[in-house]
């Protein structure tokens, strides 16, 4: 499905009801160039898992890996620095796509080969404007979808 987000707030909103969809061990691939809001998303990813306000929710950027905790725990990995997706399974990949776990990987597409393998829910986000974004959502669970088309 294909959701317009006329501003960071929606972005956020989107997240959440992705959040509050997940029930632990689904793998999130996000796709999107620079500034296209993957960060903002996430932090309503960790609203809707109910880890705080989403204000914790940077770019992980030099520890490449962020936990928060909440009714699950949210894995945030940026693969923005990442060369390939050996680095990715260094970081220990495999531990962390656990039934307990949500893992969000920000930049997928840098190590897709391997992310491919947990068979994600994609989502690409694209500028289409100075505060909109389309946002493409790909392999959702049938129950997140059902959900996610009352809601956007
Ligand atoms: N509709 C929108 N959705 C999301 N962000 C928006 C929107 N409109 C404007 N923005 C702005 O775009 C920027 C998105 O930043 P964000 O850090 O979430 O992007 P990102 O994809 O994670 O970037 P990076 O690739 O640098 O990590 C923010 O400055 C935000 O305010
Ligand atoms: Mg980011």
């Not at 960071?8 to 029930?23: F, K, P």
């Not at 391997?114 to 669970?141: M, S």
Request: hydrophobic share 40%.
């Amino acid at each position: 499905m294909e959701i317009i987000s006329k501003k960071v707030e929606r972005t956020i909103e989107i997240g959440r009801a992705i959040g509050e969809a997940v029930g632990g061990g689904e793998v999130i691939a996000l796709i999107g160039e620079l500034g296209t809001g993957k960060t903002h998303l996430i932090k309503g990813l960790a609203k809707g898992i109910a880890a705080g306000q989403g204000d914790e929710v940077t770019s992980p950027t030099f520890t490449l890996i962020n936990e928060y905790e909440g009714r699950v725990r949210l894995i945030h990995i940026d693969a923005y620095r990442l060369e390939n997706a050996g680095q990715l399974e260094a970081l220990g990949v495999d531990e962390f796509c656990e039934a307990e776990n949500v893992v969000v990987i920000e930049w997928a597409d840098r190590v897709w080969e391997l992310v491919a393998e947990y068979e994600p829910i994609g989502i690409y986000l694209e500028h289409a404007g100075p505060t909109e974004r389309k946002i493409r959502l790909e392999n959702l669970p049938a129950t997140m979808e059902e959900k996610l088309s009352e809601i956007f």
